[in-house]
């Protein structure tokens, strides 16, 4: 039996007392299935970026996840969006980190951060980062020539182009919740719920963490990873 039914069998079956305990147990929390739409506020940050890449032009090696160190990233808003994290999570691993931008999305703010955050990573794990064309963006090609990491950016209105990073942002929901003020979460709780998330095994990994795919490849530079 497929994931998908045995969520559809909590939804569509339980009634009363048993289908609040079973929307419990779901990771959502949420008794209805809600189709994704784009929400308002997303549709504000959607704008001209100067001297954008499209995404057309990203390697094929990226969009077949046949070699490590091509990232996704977004921001993901709090209370009236005037709160924001960073998300960051390779193709290949899942590993995801998380930058602390208590500046909200200024984009002079969110460059410093960025480069901050990849300048931890080695060489070999700097190759791409694939973003849409929020606002926040704005100063890409400071951090393309700080970090030698090659940015692309989405086609308008169209979040699947970076799947990975959408769904990771879903998981991250559990700990951020909407319409919570995220600017009270300091660098150390995102390290820790980032390493949370890191430490969870993913049937895409054939059952290893983010934490281990990425070790892996520390371990052995010169590897190209398999993943799907």
């Given at each position: 039996?497929?994931?998908?039914?045995?969520?559809?069998?909590?939804?569509?079956?339980?009634?009363?007392?048993?289908?609040?305990?079973?929307?419990?147990?779901?990771?959502?929390?949420?008794?209805?299935?809600r189709p994704r739409r784009m929400p308002d506020a997303r549709r504000?940050?959607?704008?001209?970026?100067?001297?954008?890449?499209?995404?057309?032009?990203?390697?094929?090696?990226?969009?077949?996840?046949?070699v490590p160190g091509h990232w996704e990233g977004d921001l993901i808003?709090?209370?009236?969006?005037?709160?924001?994290?960073?998300?960051?999570?390779?193709?290949?691993?899942?590993?995801?980190?998380?930058?602390?931008?208590?500046?909200?999305?200024?984009?002079?703010?969110?460059?410093?951060?960025?480069?901050?955050?990849?300048?931890?990573?080695?060489?070999?794990?700097?190759?791409?980062?694939?973003?849409?064309?929020?606002?926040?963006?704005?100063?890409?090609?400071?951090?393309?020539?700080?970090?030698?990491?090659?940015?692309?950016?989405?086609?308008?209105?169209?979040?699947?182009?970076?799947?990975?990073?959408?769904?990771?942002?879903?998981?991250?929901?559990?700990?951020?919740?909407?319409?919570?003020?995220?600017?009270?979460?300091?660098?150390?709780?995102?390290?820790?719920?980032?390493?949370?998330?890191?430490?969870?095994?993913?049937?895409?990994?054939?059952?290893?963490?983010?934490?281990?795919?990425?070790?892996?490849?520390?371990?052995?530079?010169?590897?190209?990873?398999?993943?799907?």
């Amino acid at each position: 039996m497929s994931h998908e039914s045995i969520y559809q069998s909590l939804y569509v079956q339980g009634r009363g007392a048993l289908r609040r305990e079973l929307a419990t147990c779901l990771r959502t929390g949420r008794a209805l299935r809600r189709p994704r739409r784009m929400p308002d506020a997303r549709r504000e940050r959607v704008g001209r970026i100067p001297d954008m890449i499209s995404i057309s032009e990203r390697p094929a090696e990226a969009t077949d996840r046949a070699v490590p160190g091509h990232w996704e990233g977004d921001l993901i808003a709090g209370q009236d969006n005037g709160s924001v994290i960073g998300t960051l999570v390779e193709r290949s691993t899942r590993f995801c980190m998380l930058l602390h931008l208590p500046e909200g999305k200024d984009a002079e703010h969110v460059k410093n951060q960025m480069i901050t955050a990849i300048h931890t990573l080695p060489t070999h794990l700097r190759r791409s980062l694939t973003w849409d064309q929020g606002s926040e963006m704005a100063r890409h090609t400071d951090i393309t020539l700080a970090t030698d990491l090659d940015i692309y950016f989405c086609d308008p209105h169209s979040p699947w182009q970076r799947g990975t990073n959408e769904n990771t942002n879903g998981l991250l929901r559990q700990y951020f919740p909407k319409g919570t003020d995220l600017s009270r979460h300091s660098p150390e709780h995102l390290a820790d719920v980032a390493t949370e998330l890191n430490g969870r095994p993913r049937k895409t990994l054939a059952w290893r963490t983010p934490a281990e795919a990425l070790h892996q490849l520390l371990s052995t530079p010169n590897q190209v990873a398999t993943t799907g």
